[in-house]
């Protein structure tokens, strides 16, 4: 009884101590590299730098286990997280269109939405579309592609604001929280009041959502909410007070790798756990996720707007002149707001048998006004995450592995506009 006892504690101790995040990887690293990252490493709370990178390493079926490396992570600490919630609002739409297929509904049919509250507007048509007309599916496309404010804030009026935070809640992502739409000022009532919509086959409909109403909160305790020293008002006068982040969306790094390694590897977690997603879903999410701007037809970009690399902040650090490794491919969800800059992301070589997770944030905002869109993003912000992301590159390149990946299933076909 004695020696069973002692072999669980063994064992718990044991399972215990794999799973602790190291926490001195990443600062050795990039003290090792002063070139590039003492500035930062000297700032890190001024620059509000949180980062954690995940290695994988596969068994001899390419099962994928994980070892995560963080630096300052602060799950109390608030940054912006920016567009980097839409990945989370693409996932829960494409599960509730799964969770509605009994009704007849489907991805591609045409959604659409109507008004029925205060600062609401209805969406008729589609003109990005093949067809002209809106869809989950092309939502889905636009938000990844160049994170359209509309696209997700169409998918939160579908899911709703209460079954989002629920599935946030369902998946372990509870250091997190998502309130409102994107870019509209939305908040307080509006953000709980989500519109009706119906789903049409040609004329025929389909389904119809009745206008949703959430009368939850959801408080978190966190700090660094009150920052600078003034901000622009929605008049765009300066307001010489501090801005205020309470009550808005919350999305912390920890929760965005979650999410991001639940997404691209299923199959390290019990089917129970996975998403709700069909083999087509995950095929539409890895594709336009990885796909550049300039690789599609519908949408159609102007590549002077968005550029191969606009959406890569990591490794690229959104430079409209870099080289496009044509042997990496990056999964990711990018947020730009405020200062902040973050990048949650999922990197492969498929030459050279590379793979890696890194979600990183990183804040620049000289002057202490807020939403005077003044920030020192092309100084400070992207180069970090270019110099981040090679970093990590360079070390898993040469990084010794028992079992090279299988990466096949994220080659996608880019050519299907």
């Not at 509000?48 to 600490?77: E, G, H």
């Not at 002077?304 to 959406?311: H, K, L, M, R």
């Not at 981040?388 to 990084?399: D, K, P, Q, V």
Request: proline share 4%.
């Amino acid at each position: 009884m004695h020696r069973l006892l002692f072999c669980l504690i063994s064992l718990i101790s044991t399972q215990t101590m794999a799973q602790k995040t190291d926490t001195l990887f990443l600062q050795q690293l990039m003290e090792s590299k002063p070139e590039l990252f003492a500035k930062i490493l000297n700032n890190h709370n001024k620059n509000d730098v949180q980062i954690m990178y995940t290695q994988v390493n596969r068994d001899k079926n390419n099962k994928p286990s994980f070892k995560t490396f963080s630096y300052n992570y602060n799950a109390k600490r608030y940054f912006y997280p920016a567009s980097t919630v839409k990945l989370a609002g693409v996932i829960f739409a494409l599960e509730r269109v799964n969770e509605l297929k009994n009704k007849g509904l489907t991805a591609n049919l045409t959604m659409i939405t109507d008004s029925s509250f205060k600062g609401q507007t209805k969406v008729l048509k589609d003109e990005s579309a093949a067809n002209g007309k809106p869809s989950i599916a092309h939502y889905v496309k636009k938000v990844l592609l160049t994170s359209d404010n509309d696209a997700f804030n169409r998918l939160f009026e579908f899911v709703g604001r209460a079954e989002i935070n629920s599935k946030l809640k369902k998946y372990g992502l509870t250091e997190s929280r998502i309130l409102n739409r994107l870019a509209i000022g939305d908040g307080d009532e509006s953000a709980k009041h989500t519109n009706a919509i119906n789903f049409y086959n040609g004329d025929q409909l389909i389904y119809q959502q009745a206008a949703q109403y959430d009368n939850k909160e959801y408080p978190l305790e966190l700090t660094n909410l009150i920052v600078g020293k003034g901000y622009m008002d929605s008049k765009d006068q300066l307001v010489n007070e501090p801005y205020s982040f309470a009550n808005k969306n919350v999305f912390t790094i920890a929760d965005q790798l979650s999410l991001m390694k639940r997404l691209m590897m299923p199959e390290a977690y019990p089917v129970k756990e996975r998403f709700n997603l069909s083999i087509e879903d995950y095929k539409l999410i890895y594709t336009y996720m990885s796909k550049l701007p300039t690789e599609s037809d519908y949408p159609k970009y102007d590549p002077q707007e968005f550029w191969p690399t606009y959406a890569k902040m990591l490794f690229y650090g959104r430079e409209k002149e870099a080289f496009l490794d044509p042997n990496i491919r990056i999964f990711n969800k990018y947020g730009d707001s405020y200062g902040f800059i973050i990048d949650n992301s999922y990197f492969v070589d498929f030459k050279n048998k590379v793979e890696y997770f890194l979600t990183a944030v990183v804040q620049s905002n000289e002057d202490g006004i807020y939403n005077d869109n003044k920030y020192e993003y092309e100084t400070v912000c992207y180069p970090f995450m270019k110099n981040l992301g090679r970093a990590i590159y360079e070390f898993e390149l040469n990084r010794k592995k028992k079992q090279l990946p299988d990466l096949s299933k994220f080659k996608m076909d880019y050519t299907n506009k």
